[in-house]
């Protein structure tokens, strides 16, 4: 069986490939699987940050559909269990996750793009919400997409299928660069978390999403204890005995 997706970790960066080019790298039950293969070779090798990239002309083209019709009568097993684990992995694992974006990007695809944390795209990447037009909803994706982007900003293109450019996907929030070259920037992100404590990296991919979900006293009594832990923890000394010496911290990583 050929291999879809490829995963190496170098210097503490895992970067996953996708590459099934045969059908725009489609959502298949081999693929998702060995997404889920690459999620965990990073995590055993405790990699600092993910990166999520591509071969061929697109991203993603979204669900395979060719087989999911082949399967009708076992939708289940097809994909939805198999694609909501994937989504969840890639927006609760600790470390960064960085999707890499040189080509089309079309229903699904838009959903696993968007549970990463940063969203690197060329400036002449294309985007389609096109479950509508197959009798669908884009149902399971909703949900890390209206986590990014508020409803009345997407509704237009989830209503209709319609097409959208990079510029548009910037201005309501769905990715985080554009850029006419994806590769720089994704290393100019992963020489930024390299630089960074790797706990510290850790606690505020964890605070970005916890702080907007509690009240405010609540928020500040958390914060606040986690602050006053990192102070008195062994990265801080590192870090403020480096600033005060004027040189880069040395966070005992082998991988920076």
Known sequence: MTELVRTEVDR??????????HNRNALS????????????A??????????LRHEGPAFCAGADLKERAAAADDVPEVGPNQMVAVLQR?????????????????????????SCDLVVVNN?????????RI????????????????AGKIAAAMLTGEQFDAAEARSIGLVTHVTDDVDATVQSLIDGVRAGAPRAVRETKALL????????????DEMARLSDELFRGPEARVGMQSFTEKRLPS???ESI
């Open 90 to 114: 890639l927006m609760d694992t600790e470390r960064p996750t960085i999707a890499a974006v040189n080509g089309a990007v079309r229903a699904g695809g838009i959903g696993l793009m968007a």
């Open 12 to 21: 503490g960066i895992a970067t996953i490939t996708l590459d099934s080019q």
């Open 29 to 40: 039950r081999q693929l998702l699987a060995e997404l889920h293969a690459g999620i965990d």
């Open 42 to 51: 990073a995590e055993a090798a405790n990699a600092r940050a993910i990166v």
């Open 251 to 253: 966070w005992g990583d």
């Open 209 to 220: 999403k916890l702080v907007p979900t509690l009240d405010r006293d609540r928020a500040f």
């Open 135 to 150: 009798g669908v909803a884009a149902a399971i994706i909703s949900v890390p997409i209206l986590r990014r982007v508020p």
């Open 124 to 132: 002449n990447t294309t985007f389609a919400l096109t479950e509508v």
